[in-house]
């Protein structure tokens, strides 16, 4: 899905002892591979604009690793202790709910960029599974530590705030949509949805790859299998969409938008 940079799949850091303390945080030295978000492609995402030397260094020092997490390998499960957060470098995630009668539901699609783990702030621990869709890497950061550069960088304290609340009102924003939409317009909208963040991020608006299965995508929009194979079907019946696979191409998206 995403271009993997020379950097992205360097070899996960491990660090050895406290080198020097910045500010209030303590900055670890590493053996190689040392991980730097002023360096990163998705730093858009995952940081403000417009840091200075000395805040970036701060930022640059809480970054404890980078972990690789195969494809269908589960970064954190529901009821692990909340210690750390984890800013997507490359790849894809879904996080899921497992009811007790076993059934999983699907509540995210998680790109590039975006960051995981902010759901277990509430209650200390995490309230749903992060499975990986594809190969993928991400940075760890305590959140302790997180918060301590908060307090003393307010930039970045406005970012977290506008990072969690923005994550909140776009998906209840879709819930809302999906509440009264038909099946049809429920696929257009996850389409939409996906499409916009890949322009964001860069990538093309109008093709891409979809990591997550159709099986996946049901249990995300609440509806059957069958049903989201044949709303897709019907997508591309209409000439909104080709679809190869997991391949989509949108060939008009102001009819998408129009449903």
Same mark, same amino acid.
């Given at each position: ?67 690789h997490?195969r ?7 529901? =009821?692990? %202790?909340? /210690? ?13 709910? *497992?009811? @007790? $009668? ?14 995981l ?12 599974? =992060?499975? %990986?869709? /594809? ?13 301590? *550069?908060? @307090? $003393? ?29 038909? %099946? ?29 299965t ?42 998408l938008?129009?449903?």
């Open positions: 899905m995403f271009p993997v940079m020379e950097e992205d799949v360097a070899v996960a850091v491990r660090f050895e002892r406290p080198e020097q303390k910045i500010g209030n945080v303590v900055a670890f030295s590493a053996r190689r591979n040392a991980v730097r978000c002023s360096t990163c492609q998705q730093q858009p995402f995952c940081m403000p604009p417009r840091l200075n030397p000395e805040d970036m260094a701060r930022v640059n020092a809480i970054v404890g690793s980078t972990r997490v494809r269908g390998e589960i970064l954190y499960r529901e =009821a692990d %202790a909340f /210690e750390s957060i984890y800013a997507v470098r490359v790849g894809s995630f879904k996080t899921v709910i *497992v009811h @007790r $009668d076993g059934l999983e539901h699907v509540t995210g699609f998680h790109l590039a960029g975006d960051t783990g902010l759901d277990g702030v509430s209650a200390d621990v995490h309230t749903c599974d =992060a499975i %990986a869709l /594809e190969d993928s890497i991400v940075c760890v950061i305590a959140f302790g530590l997180l918060a301590k *550069v908060c @307090r $003393d960088v307010e930039p970045m304290q406005h970012h977290v705030h506008r990072m969690m609340s923005g994550e909140i009102v776009r998906k209840e924003s879709l819930l809302m949509q999906f509440g009264t939409m038909s %099946a049809e317009q429920r696929v257009a909208a996850l389409l939409l949805d996906l499409s916009q963040r890949f322009k964001a991020r860069g990538y093309s608006a109008s093709e891409f790859n979809l990591r997550m159709r099986e996946e995508i049901g249990s995300y929009l609440g509806m059957k299998l069958e049903t989201v194979s044949r709303m897709f079907s019907r997508l591309h019946d209409e000439g909104l969409i080709d679809s190869s696979g997991k391949q989509i191409t949108i060939l008009d998206m102001d009819g938008k129009r449903l």
